[in-house]
């Protein structure tokens, strides 16, 4: 499978926000990430924690561990990255999310419409952790959307900076602006090598897990070189940092 991004990927990135692969990360790397993964969700996991987990990351101390950052640096996702931004910082960290069933008991809150690193519920409002572009591996099989599956927005990174642009000033407390937070989403379903590339700016949702077992993904988020000198001007244009997508998106 080829590890650089097609010019009718691009055409739909410009367009809706997303590309998935299917099945583009090798199982070897998938199992090995996975089995770590699984071992701390069974041995080391502390439910009186699950809520600051869902609010930052599960596994914290593997969000580091080479088997884990493979998933990203080791399967070719570093080279559909630099199809859309070519200018990034190296990424050094993983986000492990898992949504936990129903059934084991566990107080999880679902997650609303937001965009990550904008009006975060645990942060100041006044504080943005944002960056360019979400690499979301699948580890688990998500069979529908009642699976604690990812629901995005498409094409709502358009609307979002349009939102950005004309409404929205830092400190305001929405997250995203009310016609888009009725939407339900488009749910991510998928197979344990699947990867989802989104722009930062698409909004998404987590909700419950009424299946029996948990879903699981590894997320990596990837920043322009400049993003940190950029940060206002990045939600307010959506193409600042995507280069190689700009002749396509004017």
């Given at each position: 499978m080829s590890a650089a991004i097609t010019p009718q990927e691009m055409t739909q990135f410009v367009r809706e926000g997303i590309v998935i692969r299917r099945n583009f990360v090798a199982s070897e790397l998938i199992n090995r990430a996975r089995r770590m993964i699984d071992g701390w969700y069974h041995g080391k996991m502390q439910s009186d924690l699950i809520e600051s987990y869902t609010q930052r990351t599960f596994a914290p101390e593997l969000g580091t561990h080479p088997d884990v950052l493979a998933l990203f640096h080791r399967s070719g996702i570093s080279d559909l990255v630099a199809s859309l931004v070519a200018e990034t910082q190296p990424v050094s960290t993983t986000q492990i999310q898992i949504r936990i069933p129903d059934i084991h008991g566990a107080t999880q809150s679902p997650k609303a419409m937001h965009v990550d690193g904008v009006a975060c519920p645990h942060l100041d409002p006044a504080e943005l952790r944002t960056f360019t572009l979400l690499v979301g591996v699948v580890l688990s099989e998500i069979t529908d959307r009642d699976s604690g599956a990812l629901r995005y927005v498409p094409g709502g990174h358009l609307r979002m900076a349009e939102w950005f642009r004309t409404e929205w000033s830092v400190?305001?407390?929405?997250?995203?602006?009310?016609?888009?937070?009725?939407?339900?989403?488009?749910?991510?379903?998928?197979?344990?090598?699947?990867?989802?590339?989104?722009?930062?700016?698409?909004?998404?949702?987590?909700?419950?897990?009424?299946?029996?077992?948990?879903?699981?993904?590894?997320?990596?988020?990837?920043?322009?070189?400049?993003?940190?000198?950029?940060?206002?001007?990045?939600?307010?244009?959506?193409?600042?940092?995507?280069?190689?997508?700009?002749?396509?998106?004017?």
């Open positions: 400190g305001m407390t929405d997250q995203v602006p009310p016609n888009i937070d009725d939407e339900e989403g488009t749910p991510l379903l998928g197979q344990p090598g699947d990867v989802l590339l989104m722009h930062h700016l698409v909004p998404h949702a987590v909700g419950r897990n009424t299946s029996t077992t948990p879903r699981v993904m590894a997320y990596f988020r990837v920043a322009h070189a400049r993003h940190a000198h950029q940060r206002l001007e990045a939600l307010r244009d959506p193409w600042l940092e995507y280069t190689p997508l700009q002749p396509l998106a004017t």
